[in-house]
C-alpha cells in the first residue's frame, strides 16, 4: 500500500512512542495509534479525565492582609511582599505551589499478532488523513499477506472505532493494560462475550467507564481483560469512555459519516502555496530536503497549515484545548498537561474564529462557566475582590493553588481579560446580539468589578498593586494589567452601544484614571509603568505587546508608541528569539513573536520566528508541535495559533469595516490561493489568489448581512493603477468579487 492523502502525512517508519504517533479527535473523545506492524498500541483520551488527587479544594483567606503586602511592597520591594504573602498564607494551611490534576489517558490497548514472518525490511506505510479524520497503515509479511487496519472517531458516536483486514487469516491479542496507577483503580467487568468494560475509580470514590466492544469472523477467547482471536480475516473495536451503542455490523454505515462530517468541516477552509509534488511527500521526504536545502520547503509550511487545521479542528468542541490539546500516552504529562491560562489556552483556541469554529469557541464559554465560582473564590479570598480572579493553572478545579514565591503567579491579575478578547471576538464574527447580552456582558462586568475593587489611587491615578507581568517578574502596573482592562472596558461600551443600553458613568471615571504607558529614556515601551522595575526582555513571554497583537490598541496612528512598540519588539528579537542564550526555546513565544511580527507590519521577523520552529523540529511525525526544539514535550500551542498568523498576515482586520491585504508577508507565502476563511461581521472569504513577484491579486468575498469593507494594503504595496488607496466593496450574500488588481511595491 502507498496511501498518499491529498492533505496529510505519511511515513514508511513504525512509531515506537506515542507523541510520534498519529492523532484523531472529534472535539471530546480523543485517540492515538502508534507501533509497528506486528504489535501496536491504541489510547483512547476523553477531554474531561483528570487525575484526582483533592489537592484543588482549598485556598487560603489572605483578604485580611492585602493593605499589609501593600505596605511591604511599597517599602521593602516586591519580592519582601511576596515572601510575606507566602509566609501568611502557610500559616493558613497554605500546602505551597500546587501542580494541576494532570491529564490522563482513558484506557490503553495493546495488540500482538501471533506467528508473523516479518523483516526489518517489511513494507510498511501509515498515514494520517487530514480531510478524512483517518488512521490507516498496511504491511505485508514475508509470505505476502497483507494486513490493514483502520482507526477513526465517530462524532456522532462519540466512540474510537478499529478495523483489522487481512489478505489471509491472522491470530492476535489485544489486552486493555492495567495503569498500575496507585490513585486509579481499575476493575474488569465482562458484559457479554463480545464487551468488556474497565472500570476507573479515583480515589474521591467517583469514576468513568470504558466500553470495548469487538466483532470478528474468526475463534474468540476472553482471559479477563485480554482477548484472543484466531483464524480471523477482519477483526473491529468499538472503544468509548461510555457505552459503545452502535452495531459493528454498521461499521462501514458510521464511517462513512464520519467521514462527511468529518471533511465537510475539514474542506470549508483550505490554503495551497506549494506545488502538488510537495504536497504528497512523505514525513521523511519533506525533513530530507530541510535538513539539505538552503531554504525551508514551502511544502513543509503548508502541510503545518493544513496539520493545524487538523488539529484545532479534532481537539475542539466540548473540549478547551489544554497543553496537550485532548491527547495524552501517559501519566506524566509536562504541567499537568492542564488549562495554562497565560498565554497556552489563548493561542490554542487563536485561531477558532477566523476557521469559522464557532461551535467549538463556545466550548471556551462552556468551560469559565465551570470555573466561575472558583474564580471569584480566588477573586475574594486572595484579594478580598468580587468578580474574576482567573489562575494561570486549573483542571478539575480553577482555584488558585500554583503559586509561591519563586513563581509569584497569584500576583497576574490579567487572565480573565485576556479571556474577554475571545468573547468579543466572537460577537465580532458572528454578530450574535443573544450571545452579547446574556453570555459576553456579564463576564465583562464580572471581569471589571475585579479592578473596581483591587486597584487603588494614587492622586487620582489607578495604581495596580500587586502586579506581575505573566512570569518575567513583579512590578507596579504592568502594562498587560492596564491594557486588559482598557480593553474590557472598550468591549463593554461596544456591547452597551450595540443594545442600545446606558453605561454607567462609573465606567468612564475608571478608565480617565488609568496611567498611561510608558516609555523608558531608550525610547522602549516598558513592561511596567513603573520605574522601579527592571525590564527583561530575555523572556518568552510577550506581555508588554499585549495591546500591539492582542488587542491592536497601539497602531501607527499613535506615533510615539509605536516606535516604542517596535523598540520593544527589537529587544525581545535580540535578548531572546534570535540569541543563543535565550531562556527557553518555546514555541509559544515564537507564535507570539509572529504575531507581534505581524502586527508591526515585518515581514521578516515573521519569517524568523516560524523560521526557528521549523528549523529546530519543534513538530513530531504527525506535525503535531512540541513546545522545545526537537520535539521536547508534546505541546499544541503552535498548531492553535498558525493559521491565525497566517491569515493575518495575508488579511488583517485592524479597524472595523477595514481590511489590510499584505500586512506582513514571509517569503513562503508570496504566492498561493486561501479559501473560506472568516473575517468579523459575518464576512466570508470565498477566493484569495495572489502572486506578490508578479504584482496582482484576485480577491472574491461574501456576507451575511449587508455590509461594506474597505480594501486598502499595508505600507509595502500600493495599487498600481488606481489614484485612490481604497477599493470599496458593498458586501450581501451574492459574491463580489475583484479581478487581477494589479499593485506595486510602494
Known amino acids: 500500500m502507498d496511501y498518499r492523502p491529498n492533505k496529510g502525512v505519511w511515513s514508511n517508519h513504525p512509531s515506537s512512542k506515542w507523541e510520534d504517533g498519529y492523532f484523531i479527535g472529534n472535539g471530546e473523545t480523543g485517540g492515538i495509534v502508534f507501533g509497528g506492524a506486528e504489535s501496536f498500541k491504541v489510547i483512547l483520551n476523553h477531554h474531561s479525565l483528570y487525575l484526582k488527587t483533592n489537592k484543588m479544594n482549598d485556598i487560603p483567606d489572605m483578604s485580611a492582609y492585602l493593605e499589609e503586602l501593600r505596605d511591604i ?3 521593602d520591594g516586591y519580592q519582601a511582599g511576596i515572601n510575606y504573602f507566602e509566609m501568611k498564607a502557610m500559616d493558613l494551611g497554605y500546602k505551597g505551589l500546587t501542580m494541576s490534576d494532570l491529564y490522563h489517558p482513558a484506557a490503553e490497548i495493546a495488540f500482538r499478532f501471533d506467528n508473523l514472518s ?8 501509515r498515514a494520517l488523513d487530514f480531510e478524512k479524520g483517518l488512521i490507516l497503515d498496511s504491511f505485508l509479511t514475508n509470505q505476502g499477506q497483507r494486513i490493514s487496519k483502520k482507526a477513526f472517531i465517530s462524532k456522532k458516536s462519540d466512540a474510537l472505532y478499529l478495523e483489522l483486514s487481512s489478505s489471509e487469516s491472522f491470530s492476535l491479542n489485544f489486552t486493555v493494560e492495567d495503569f498500575e496507577q496507585s490513585e486509579l483503580d481499575q476493575q474488569t467487568v465482562h458484559i457479554s462475550e463480545n464487551e468488556i468494560q474497565e472500570v476507573f475509580t479515583y480515589i474521591d470514590g467517583s469514576n468513568y467507564v470504558v466500553t470495548v466492544k469487538w466483532m470478528s469472523n474468526g475463534r474468540e477467547k476472553i482471559n479477563n481483560n485480554t482477548i484472543s482471536v484466531s483464524e480471523a480475516t477482519s477483526l473491529r473495536l468499538c472503544l468509548s469512555v461510555s457505552r459503545c451503542d452502535s452495531s459493528l455490523e454498521e461499521f462501514d454505515e458510521i464511517e462513512g459519516t464520519h467521514i462527511s462530517d468529518h471533511s465537510t468541516v475539514y474542506n470549508q477552509v483550505s490554503l495551497q502555496i506549494a506545488d502538488k509534488e510537495e504536497s504528497v511527500q512523505s514525513y521523511e521526504e519533506l525533513i530530507s530536503r530541510l535538513e539539505t536545502e538552503n531554504t525551508i520547503p514551502l511544502g513543509l509550511y503548508e502541510r503545518f497549515y493544513d496539520a493545524s487545521r487538523y488539529f484545532i479542528q479534532s481537539m475542539s468542541g466540548p473540549a478547551v484545548p489544554n497543553l496537550q490539546g485532548i491527547w ?24 477558532q474564529a477566523s476557521l469559522g469554529l464557532f461551535d467549538q469557541l463556545q466550548g471556551l464559554f462552556e468551560k469559565v462557566n465551570l470555573y466561575k465560582d472558583d ?5 475574594q ?10 489562575p494561570v493553572h486549573a483542571s478539575t478545579r480553577a482555584l488558585h493553588v500554583h503559586w509561591n514565591k519563586e513563581w509569584p503567579l497569584i500576583f497576574w491579575t490579567s487572565g480573565a481579560g485576556w479571556l474577554g478578547f475571545f468573547y468579543n471576538e466572537y460577537y465580532d464574527y458572528t454578530l450574535d446580539k443573544v450571545f452579547l447580552k446574556n453570555t459576553a456582558i456579564p463576564f465583562y462586568i464580572e471581569t471589571l468589578q475585579f479592578y473596581e475593587d483591587f486597584v487603588q489611587y494614587e492622586e487620582g491615578v489607578a495604581l495596580f498593586r500587586p502586579s506581575y507581568s505573566a512570569e518575567n517578574g513583579m512590578g507596579d502596573n504592568a502594562t498587560m494589567d492596564i491594557a486588559v482592562v482598557k480593553a474590557t472596558l472598550a468591549y463593554l461600551k461596544k456591547a452597551y452601544t450595540v443594545l442600545e ?4 458613568k462609573t465606567y468612564k471615571v475608571f478608565e480617565n484614571a488609568l496611567p498611561e504607558y510608558m516609555i523608558d529614556s531608550e525610547g522602549v515601551l516598558k513592561e511596567w509603568i513603573d ?3 527592571k525590564e527583561n526582555p530575555n523572556h518568552r513571554h510577550f506581555s508588554n505587546l499585549y495591546p500591539v497583537f492582542q488587542t ?4 501607527v496612528d499613535q506615533p510615539d508608541l509605536w516606535k516604542a512598540s517596535h523598540k520593544a519588539f527589537d529587544k525581545r528579537l535580540e535578548a531572546w528569539l534570535m540569541s543563543s542564550d535565550g531562556d527557553t526555546s518555546s514555541s509559544h513565544g515564537r507564535m507570539h513573536a509572529a504575531m507581534c511580527a505581524v502586527a508591526l507590519e515585518r515581514p521578516n521577523d515573521v519569517e524568523k520566528a516560524i523560521g526557528e520552529l521549523i528549523r529546530n523540529r519543534s513538530f513530531f511525525p504527525s506535525f503535531a508541535s512540541s513546545h522545545y526544539n526537537h520535539q521536547n514535550v508534546f505541546n499544541l500551542d503552535a498548531n492553535g495559533s498558525f493559521p491565525k498568523i497566517v491569515h493575518d498576515a495575508l488579511m488583517y482586520t485592524e479597524k472595523s469595516g477595514v481590511l489590510t491585504l499584505f500586512k506582513a508577508v514571509p517569503y513562503w507565502l508570496q504566492s498561493g490561493t486561501l479559501k473560506g476563511i472568516r473575517l468579523p461581521n459575518q464576512v466570508t472569504v470565498n477566493h484569495f489568489s495572489w502572486d506578490l513577484n508578479k504584482g496582482t491579486f484576485s480577491l472574491s468575498l461574501t456576507s451575511e448581512q449587508p455590509t461594506v469593507i474597505d480594501v486598502v494594503l499595508s505600507n509595502d504595496w500600493v495599487f498600481k493603477d488606481k489614484q485612490d488607496e481604497v477599493i470599496r466593496m458593498p458586501l450581501n450574500e451574492t459574491d463580489r468579487c475583484i479581478q487581477e488588481v494589479l499593485i506595486s511595491r510602494s
Open 552 to 555: 491592536k490598541e497601539i497602531t
Open 73 to 75: 511592597i511599597k517599602v
Open 328 to 351: 495524552s500516552g501517559d501519566f506524566r504529562p509536562a504541567w499537568s498537561g492542564d488549562f495554562t491560562f497565560d498565554t497556552n489556552v489563548q493561542l490554542a483556541i487563536a485561531s
Open 501 to 504: 443600553y446606558t453605561l454607567p
Open 531 to 533: 520605574e522601579s522595575a
Open 118 to 125: 516479518i523483516s526489518p525490511q517489511t513494507d510498511f506505510t
Open 381 to 390: 479570598k486572595y484579594y478580598g475582590c468580587r468578580g474574576f480572579l482567573v
Open 375 to 379: 474564580f471569584r473564590e480566588n477573586a
